[in-house]
């Protein structure tokens, strides 16, 4: 299997021109080194700043990775294939803005991490060529690798600390000098797959899965684990329980269990590791286990639907040691009639009763969060109206005590009320961030002008709220999050067209007089704890701005308009159009605008942004809603996508930025889609850049995207949303970039090698760049640089 992945990729890059790179200038904005990503520890006393690696070398890609059960596996360490990871990390303390570099090993790269509650260690899963090891900085220090262990990160979730915030458990490698099994030389047999009275169900998610017996055995060999319990001072450790095929282990609120999840075979070769028969066990500290809960195999999960049994299985946070877990009432069926869709169930870790129903849902659960005293908040998701519903409930009394809060559509970001805050209490327990009988909410804020992000104090089950942030008008700002307790001083990052991303304290006392609707009620005063620098002043010349407009049938449209360095004002520019289709079910909320004008620009990747460099205007963030009843919607989907397409030119034309004969169109997975459509449809555009789409439906006939039927069901939107079916009507050039290792269900490579036989075959104009080792995005130096040089000089040929 190892030889083969390399194989394919290989024969790839032989094929090709060899690496192309953009033009110096271009590349200089390219390779500026990033803004660090920005961690504030429990209790906001220290913020912690890591370093992303940027662009990996392709060597780093071109390593053979195992393909096991939907998890590409690096066979050198056990990572995740093609983690980038982080190379940097500091810290600065809040009170004196003090900076401390703390030094990582040399070539090794952080994957995970985890706080301690009050904030005073960090946790970390740092890899190494050899394995992932475990690291802890404490009180700021330098990260110290604290047991000889290796952890495993195959399954996913590896540290947690114990209520104690000192211990920490964690999934690690089985230390018995065994080594993974070997290939055989001869298969054990062919591949078969059989099925007999199946119902339609989902395959979206059949990438990567296992086929052999050999596949099982290799599997089961990196999938196992043991739990082990590490003092993160002394560096001490003890193994429990009984190792094996681990995903998850959680300590319970008042630390006397730990909640671990184990797979067990056989093993499916229809479906991801995810969908495998799960235990969900509780042991004590000495690793007795019992069995809790279990998940049977999902192998027929219906479209767009949920698996049957415990799903979403978790500690409630109110409590000492309750279970809480999600389960269908509808055989997780979405287009079956039912009253309700979902019930949330509890049991108690004793196990001395059987489960109890805590809360019955009309719609599917969508997530569950703990406040104090039994305070419960459920989000339920209606499939029907793309409708979003938020319940309070005491978890004492169950539904009897449940009662509606929100209630509005998921599309709906001017009227979304925002995320509610969680903090981790001194014994870790994960619960709102609550002050008597309020919450805490932050969001986006979007509005008619865009984006301004906002903090709010919201009394429960009251439909106001009390603005105590909101970013200033000609700014982009976010919080973070509290410094100390009092709930006053906040830490802010700050930032706008000019300046670069930076972190400030902000302090919030004393009313402001007469506020405005929407405005904050508090003054507020900042300090200055972090400035980011600007390494690409070149792109502070470039201008950008919110234009709104209208399509012909009166739906509110929008664009981010971007202007090139010294545009001189005025004169019509060749024009680059950047979109990504979405659906909707009202026009309302289909115009409603997204994003800021005040972020600071920073170009990054196979950005189309980077046209901008070479003279081009760009109309980022293009709306292209699709309006209808979400079971149909995409019967429209082709003259809904043209009518959005002709309005934003004609408005760029409208304000004379935009010359209509030098337009071209770009777009990424389904905005790749839509650029091989529009070209199909309509003789808007020049040429077009589509990158990692799929193009041919009707060999994903289980539904894509949000289509809900099947290919038997809508044979006539199937076709019609298959551009490669419409070749002979592809007359503008189009290039078709794709990465050879798309991990993507949806959009596997040969959907744009068979759209590139198709054009070429009907005598179009296309180039198909297929990147070895690359999956659904771009991450590699080598690969990035050369769909940048590519793009530009496609464009260059045949729009400029």
Do not use: C
Not at 320 to 326: P, Q, S
Not at 448 to 472: E, W, Y
């Amino acid at each position: 299997m190892l030889r083969l992945l390399l194989a394919l990729s290989t024969a790839l890059a032989a094929g090709g021109d060899g690496w192309k790179r953009p033009p110096p200038p271009i590349e200089r904005v390219l390779l500026a080194a990033p803004p660090p990503t920005t961690l504030a520890a429990p209790g906001g006393e220290k913020l912690f700043l890591l370093t992303p690696v940027q662009y990996p070398p392709l060597s780093d890609l071109a390593v053979p990775y195992m393909a096991l059960a939907g998890r590409r596996i690096d066979p050198r360490n056990g990572a995740p294939w093609g983690t980038n990871g982080f190379v940097g990390l500091a810290t600065i303390d809040v009170k004196t803005g003090r900076r401390t570099d703390l030094a990582l090993p040399e070539g090794a790269r952080v994957l995970d991490w985890t706080f301690s509650a009050d904030g005073r260690r960090l946790a970390l899963a740092v890899r190494h060529d050899d394995a992932i090891r475990l690291y802890v900085s404490e009180d700021g220090s330098r990260p110290a690798q604290v047991a000889n262990l290796r952890v495993n990160v195959v399954l996913g979730g590896v540290l947690r600390f114990m209520p104690d915030q000192r211990t920490l458990a964690v999934l690690a490698r089985v230390e018995d000098g065994s080594a993974p099994p070997l290939e055989p030389p001869v298969p054990f047999g062919p591949f078969v797959s059989e099925s007999s009275g199946a119902s339609a169900a989902s395959t979206y998610e059949a990438r990567d899965l296992l086929r052999t017996s050999f596949d099982d055995q290799l599997f089961s060999w990196w999938a196992t684990s043991r739990v082990v319990l590490v003092d993160t001072h002394s560096g001490k450790f003890r193994t429990i329980g009984q190792s094996g095929p681990l995903a998850d282990v959680t300590p319970s609120p008042d630390g006397k269990w730990l909640l671990v999840e184990r797979l067990q075979g056989p093993w499916s070769h229809r479906t991801t590791w995810d969908q495998f028969t799960t235990r969900f066990e509780l042991w004590d500290l000495l690793g007795n286990p019992r069995e809790a809960a279990r998940r049977p195999m999902a192998e027929n999960v219906p479209i767009h639907g949920v698996p049957e049994g415990p799903r979403s299985v978790h500690w409630q946070q109110n409590t000492d040691a309750t279970l809480v877990w999600t389960e269908a009432l509808d055989g997780g069926d979405p287009t079956r009639d039912a009253q309700h869709r979902d019930r949330l169930m509890a049991r108690n870790a004793d196990l001395a009763e059987p489960a109890r129903e805590l809360f019955r849902a009309a719609h599917r659960v969508r997530s569950v969060s703990y406040g104090d005293a039994g305070l419960v908040l459920v989000e339920e998701y209606e499939r029907e109206r793309r409708w979003r519903h938020v319940w309070t409930m005491d978890a004492r009394f169950g539904s009897a005590s449940a009662k509606p809060w929100f209630d509005l559509s998921v599309n709906d970001d001017y009227a979304d009320p925002g995320r509610p805050l969680r903090e981790r209490t001194p014994d870790g327990r994960v619960l709102l961030v609550q002050d008597k009988d309020a919450l805490w909410f932050t969001g986006d804020g979007a509005s008619p002008k865009g984006d301004r992000p906002f903090l709010d104090r919201r009394v429960i089950g009251a439909p106001t709220a009390t603005r105590v942030f909101r970013s200033a008008p000609d700014r982009y700002e976010r919080f973070i999050g509290f410094v100390g307790d009092d709930r006053e001083r906040l830490l802010v990052r700050s930032e706008s067209e000019t300046s670069p991303p930076g972190v400030v304290v902000a302090t919030t006392k004393g009313a402001v007089r007469d506020p405005g609707a929407g405005e904050a009620v508090l003054e507020r005063t900042d300090e200055r704890l972090y400035a980011g620098a600007d390494p690409t002043p070149e792109l502070r010349r470039i201008e950008q701005r919110i234009v709104t407009y209208e399509r012909e049938d009166g739906v509110p449209l929008s664009f981010h308009l971007y202007l090139p360095p010294d545009h001189e004002p005025g004169k019509p520019l060749p024009t680059v159009v950047y979109a990504y289709p979405r659906e909707y079910s009202d026009p309302a909320t289909a115009g409603q605008v997204q994003g800021s004008d005040h972020t600071f620009l920073r170009l990054r990747g196979p950005s189309h942004l980077f046209y901008l460099l070479d003279g081009y205007a760009v109309l980022d963030q293009t709306a292209m809603p699709v309006l209808g009843d979400p079971d149909t919607a995409y019967d429209t989907f082709v003259d809904q996508l043209v009518m959005d397409a002709r309005a934003a030119i004609a408005k760029a034309v409208e304000i004379g930025v935009t010359d209509p004969r030098h337009v071209g169109v770009i777009g990424h997975s389904h905005g790749g889609l839509m650029v091989a459509t529009l070209l199909a449809h309509s003789d808007l555009f020049e040429a077009g850049v589509a990158r990692s789409g799929a193009y041919n439906h009707t060999i994903r006939p289980f539904g894509y995207q949000n289509e809900r039927r099947t290919l038997w069901e809508a044979q006539a939107s199937y076709l019609a949303m298959s551009p490669t079916m419409f070749a002979p009507q592809l007359e503008e050039p189009i290039l078709i970039v794709h990465g050879a290792a798309d991990q993507n269900p949806g959009t596997i490579p040969f959907q744009s090698e068979r759209l590139y036989d198709a054009v070429r075959g009907t005598g179009g104009t296309a180039r198909l760049v297929m990147l070895p080792y690359e999956g659904h995005g771009y991450v590699a130096r080598e690969s990035v640089e050369h769909v940048l040089a590519e793009q530009l000089e496609w464009f260059d040929r045949y729009v400029k």
